[in-house]
């Protein structure tokens, strides 16, 4: 059996308007509740472009489900 074992990080649900502002970024861009630097950059599906449901954080690595992805799509449909 191998010494390392590999834990995935339980997924947490949140709401991408909830979370703080990074300035000067994309407006997808948001702060990591999780931890001190880092942010959530928001993917795109490669085929449609669609913003992602799920995501993580480019600092601690944290995963989330954005619970308003549907109002994310349709803000951004608006412009
Ligand atoms: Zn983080």
């Known amino acids: 059996m191998s010494a390392i074992e590999r834990v995935e990080e339980p997924v947490i649900s949140v709401y991408h ?5 990074v300035t ?3 407006q ?3 702060e990591c509740p999780f931890c001190d630097r880092g ?3 928001v993917g795109r599906d490669r085929c449609s472009f669609e913003l992602q449901e799920y995501d ?3 600092g601690c690595g944290q995963r989330v489900r954005y619970m308003d992805i549907e109002q994310m799509r349709e803000k951004e449909a608006k412009g």
């Open 17 to 21: 308007a909830r979370l703080g502002i």
């Open 24 to 26: 000067d970024s994309s």
């Open 28 to 30: 997808w861009r948001r």
């Open 39 to 41: 942010m959530f950059l």
């Open 56 to 58: 993580h954080c480019i």
